[in-house]
C-alpha cells in the first residue's frame, strides 16, 4: 500500500482578507540564460512543517490499491488503483524532470465541496509526479484522475515543466451533485514568463483549431502545435450553473473572471506578488501598478479590464541565483516597501504578523502580503535541463523556511534518498529538534525579526556566497556524473545522492553554528565584535530613530523626561 505524505497547509480566513498560501513563478528554456526551464514555489502556511518529501520508483502487482490522504489534514480519503511502474520523486520533481508547483485561488464558493471526491490537490500532484514522464502526460494524468475519481479542492493554478515546455493548468470543482472538475491548461510561449499567487489568471483562451483542444479529443496533446487545452465542458458547465450567459459568446468566455473574479483582496495579496516578479524583469509593467495595488476597473460584464497579461517577455534572460532572489521580494523599491512603514518598527522589519487586515476609526486597513513571507514551510527553485540526461539534468534547489532568509541547496531529482536534515519525520510543527533543518533555519530567521536591519545583512551575506558556491559545485558536479553516467548510470545516481545528501546536511551543520555566533554577537540588544588578544569584545548599541523616539514621546508625553 502507498501513503500519500501529509502536511497541513490551509488557507487563513480573516475579517477582511482571505489570505491564501504559495507563489509560482515559471520560466521558460528561452528566458534563462542556461535555457533550463524553471519553477519557484513557496509552501506557505503557519501550520506546514517544511521537509522534503520522498517516493522510491517502484513497480507493482495488478491489483495493487493506493491509499490516498489529504494533503492538507491528513484525512484519508479512499482509495485509487496503483499504476503498474512508478517514478523516482523528490519533493515536486521526478527523475524525469518534471516539476509541479500549486496555489490555491478558491473561486466560487458553490464549487468548494464535492462530497465524494478522492483526490485533492496536493494528492494529485504528488500522485502525478510518480506517474508522468512530461508535461503534456501529466496534464493528462491529472485531468483522468479528477475526471474518474472526483475533485476534493476548491480552485487551484498548478505549474507543470519538463526540459522542454512550461505550462499553467486552471482548475476548480463542480461542487455538489457534481463529480471531477472544470479547467483550462495552457503552455506559456519560449522567451516568456508566467506567474500565479492565489488568484486565478487564464482569462479568454484559444477555443479548438491548430493551437488548442477540448479534453475530448486529448490524445491530440502530444501534438507539440497544441498549446491550449481545457475541458471539453468548461464553458457549458458555466452556463448551466448560471455563472455565464445563455447567449454569451465563446470566444468572449474568461475562465478566471467566471470562476474566480479577481477583487481587491485576488489584486492586492496575490496579483501584486506577480507583479513584483513581472516587474523585476520587465519594465512595462509600471502600467499595471494600480491594478495590484487593488484598483480594479471593470467592463459591462464586470470583467476586470487592466489585468496583467498572463505572460510576459523578460528584457534579459535571467540566471538561476538571481531567480531565487525573485522569491526574497517584500515590495523594494515601490511605495508599498513593508521595510519603510511603521509597522517596520525601528528595525525596518519588512513583516507583519497575522491578522492582515485591521479597522481603526471605522475603516478596515491591510498589511501587504508579499512573496517573501514568514509562514513559509518550504520553498524550491526547480531547474530541469534539457542537454543533460533525465538522471543528472533534474535539480530541485531547495529550502525551507522564509525565502528571504533561507538558502536554497542542490537536491538532484535522481537522488535515492533526502538528507537526514530535511527527511519526513525529522521532528514536526509541534516537535522541535536541533537536527531538523526547519527547526535550525527558523531559529536564525526569527532571531533576524527582532533587529532585521542589524542581523538579516549577514544572513544574506552567507545566503549568497553559499549560494554562489553550490552552483560553482554543480557544475563541476554535472560534468562528472554525466561522464559516469556513460560508463554506470546506477553509480552515477549514486554520485549524485550523495553529493545531495551531503550538501544538505552539511548546510545545516553551517546554520546552526551561523545561529550560535548571530546569538552570541546580537543577544541583549547589543552589537558585539571580538577584538583580536583581548577578553572583551567590543560593544555598540546604535540609537534608535528619531521618527521612533518621537512617537515614544507623543505617547507617553512628559513622564520620560529628565528632570532639570
Not at 516578479?277 to 460584464?301: C, H, L, S, T
Not at 527558523?442 to 549560494?467: G, M
Not at 543577544?523 to 512617537?551: C, F, H, S
Amino acid at each position: 500500500m502507498f501513503k500519500i505524505c501529509c502536511a497541513s497547509l490551509f488557507l487563513i480566513a480573516i475579517t477582511f482578507i482571505k489570505v491564501s498560501a504559495c507563489t509560482n513563478f515559471l520560466l521558460t528554456r528561452g528566458a534563462t540564460q542556461d535555457g533550463s526551464t524553471m519553477i519557484t514555489y513557496s509552501a506557505d502556511s503557519h501550520v506546514l512543517y517544511g521537509e522534503l518529501y520522498h517516493w522510491p520508483a517502484g513497480t507493482w502487482p495488478a491489483g495493487t490499491m493506493m491509499d490516498i490522504y489529504e494533503w492538507d489534514t491528513g484525512k484519508y480519503m479512499g482509495k485509487i488503483p496503483q499504476a503498474a511502474q512508478t517514478y523516482n520523486v523528490i519533493g515536486n520533481m521526478n527523475e524525469y524532470q518534471l516539476a509541479i508547483g500549486e496555489t490555491t485561488y478558491g473561486g466560487r464558493k458553490e464549487l468548494e465541496s464535492q462530497p465524494g471526491a478522492i483526490i485533492d490537490y496536493g494528492s494529485l500532484i504528488y500522485i502525478t509526479l510518480q506517474r508522468a514522464k512530461n508535461a503534456r502526460e501529466a496534464i493528462v494524468v491529472m485531468t483522468d484522475l479528477v475526471e474518474r475519481y472526483g475533485y476534493a479542492s476548491s480552485g487551484e493554478s498548478f505549474s507543470i515543466s519538463d526540459p522542454d515546455e512550461v505550462w499553467i493548468l486552471e482548475m476548480i470543482g463542480k461542487g455538489e451533485g457534481e463529480k471531477g472538475a472544470v479547467w483550462v491548461a495552457r503552455m506559456v510561449p519560449d522567451g516568456y514568463v508566467c506567474a500565479h499567487a492565489n488568484q486565478a489568471r487564464i482569462t479568454t483562451f484559444p477555443l479548438e483549431g491548430k493551437t488548442s483542444i477540448s479534453s475530448d479529443q486529448m490524445k491530440k496533446i502530444y501534438d507539440k502545435e497544441i498549446t491550449t487545452v481545457y475541458a471539453k465542458d468548461v464553458i457549458s458547465f458555466a452556463k448551466q450553473k448560471g455563472l455565464y450567459p445563455q447567449d454569451g459568446k465563446n470566444a468572449d468566455f474568461s475562465f478566471s473572471d467566471t470562476y474566480a473574479p479577481v477583487d481587491f483582496s485576488g489584486a492586492r495579496a496575490c496579483e501584486i506578488r506577480v507583479w513584483a516578479f513581472f516587474n523585476a524583469v520587465n519594465p512595462d509593467m509600471a502600467q499595471y501598478w494600480n491594478y495590484a495595488k487593488g484598483k480594479i476597473e471593470r467592463d459591462g460584464k464586470g470583467y476586470a479590464t487592466n489585468r496583467m497579461p498572463l505572460w510576459v517577455k523578460p528584457n534579459r534572460k535571467v540566471d538561476v541565483l538571481e531567480v531565487m532572489d525573485f522569491m526574497r521580494d517584500h515590495l523594494e523599491g515601490t511605495e508599498l516597501d513593508m521595510s519603510k512603514d511603521p509597522g517596520a518598527g525601528p528595525y525596518e522589519c519588512p513583516y507583519r504578523w497575522r491578522p492582515m487586515s485591521f479597522e481603526v476609526d471605522g475603516k478596515e486597513y491591510v498589511h501587504e502580503r508579499a512573496t517573501a513571507t514568514q509562514q513559509t514551510g518550504f520553498t524550491f527553485v526547480s531547474q530541469s535541463r534539457s542537454w543533460l540526461p533525465d538522471a543528472v539534468g533534474g535539480i530541485l534547489w531547495f529550502g525551507v523556511d522564509d525565502a528571504a532568509s533561507t538558502v536554497y541547496f542542490p537536491m538532484y531529482s535522481c537522488s535515492t534518498r533526502v538528507p537526514h536534515a530535511y527527511a519526513v519525520g525529522n521532528g514536526s510543527m509541534m516537535e522541535f529538534t536541533d537536527q531538523a533543518a526547519f527547526w535550525v533555519f527558523n531559529q536564525v530567521t526569527n532571531f533576524a525579526y527582532t533587529r532585521y536591519n542589524a542581523i538579516h545583512p549577514e544572513i544574506r551575506e552567507k545566503q549568497k556566497a553559499l549560494e554562489s558556491q553550490y552552483k560553482t559545485f554543480v557544475e563541476g558536479i554535472d560534468s562528472g556524473a554525466k561522464a559516469l553516467f556513460d560508463k554506470d548510470r546506477a553509480a552515477a545516481i549514486e554520485f549524485l545522492t550523495d553529493f545531495s545528501c551531503n550538501t544538505g546536511n552539511h548546510l545545516v551543520d553551517t546554520w546552526r553554528d551561523f545561529y550560535g555566533y548571530l546569538f552570541c554577537r546580537y543577544m541583549d540588544g547589543n552589537i558585539k565584535t571580538a577584538v583580536p588578544g583581548e577578553k572583551n569584545p567590543k560593544v555598540e548599541q546604535p540609537q534608535l530613530p528619531e521618527w521612533y523616539l518621537r512617537t515614544i514621546i507623543e505617547k507617553a508625553g512628559d513622564k520620560l523626561q529628565v528632570i532639570e
